[in-house]
């Protein structure tokens, strides 16, 4: 059983609707990242955080806002997303708070429809 | 940037060995990765180089040769239930330390 919970597993979305992702983890780990993942392609880094700050944001567009309210949650915020965006969403975590040192735990994934 | 190239596909049959290559370009090489995916589920870490040489982990063995930019996953002993994606994923200090994935492989494990 993976360590980082995902919720939703599913979620369907309209193009007007907000709705989030969340991901939570209690290892300790101190760096959290989400990837977004098509389908037959690897997982695309979007955002890394740190000890809780933001450290990568991958030129990922404003339609997609995380936030993490302390270190164990990350969370993704959806607002105004376009069909394109329909993919599976991985949460992974690390232990260091040095950026992808050590191995990633990932999630099971949010896998998103956008209609 | 980095280039990481892994063949996309490849087939075997059950109680064979498999070998997946990695190739790999970075401008500050800080580690390799290997990871399993099966379709629908999330990626799970398999094994780590990080310095030249082979690392064993029951049946499956990771090699890495940084002069040449080169990797490997052994699969031995093949099993219906290694049928995945393998992901090749490469740390690059020069670029922060950011994790990059190659296209990942699909092995089909045949009886």
């Known amino acids: 059983d993976t360590e980082v919970t995902q919720t939703p597993k599913h979620l369907v979305m309209g193009m007007t609707n907000k709705k989030s992702l969340k991901c939570e983890q209690h290892m300790g780990h101190r760096a959290m990242y989400w990837y977004k993942q098509k389908a037959k392609k690897p997982p695309e880094l979007m955002f890394v955080?740190?000890?809780?700050?933001?450290?990568i944001n991958e030129s990922v567009p404003s339609r997609f806002s995380p936030e993490c309210p302390n270190s164990s949650l990350l969370n993704l915020h959806l607002h105004a997303l376009q069909p394109e965006d329909s993919a599976l969403y991985l949460c992974a975590s690390s232990q260091d708070g040095g950026i992808h040192t050590g191995e990633l735990f990932f999630g099971e994934g949010s896998r998103l429809t956008v209609l | 940037g980095q280039n990481i190239d892994q063949p996309t596909e490849m087939t075997a049959t059950e109680g064979a060995i498999v070998q997946i290559n990695c190739t790999y370009q970075?401008?500050?090489?800080?580690?390799l990765f290997w990871y399993q995916q099966h379709a629908g589920e999330a990626p799970t870490f398999l094994s780590y180089?990080?310095?030249?040489g082979l690392e064993e982990k029951g049946r499956f063995s990771s090699f890495l040769s940084r002069s040449k930019g080169y990797s490997y996953l052994l699969l031995k002993e093949l099993q219906m239930k290694d049928s995945a994606s393998y992901l090749c994923?490469?740390?690059?200090?020069?670029?922060?330390?950011?994790?990059?994935f190659g296209g990942g492989t699909r092995v089909l494990v045949k009886p």
């Open positions: 970075t401008s500050g090489f800080n580690g």
């Open positions: 955080y740190s000890y809780e700050k933001l450290s």
């Open positions: 994923a490469v740390r690059d200090r020069a670029a922060g330390n950011k994790l990059t």
């Open positions: 180089n990080v310095l030249d």
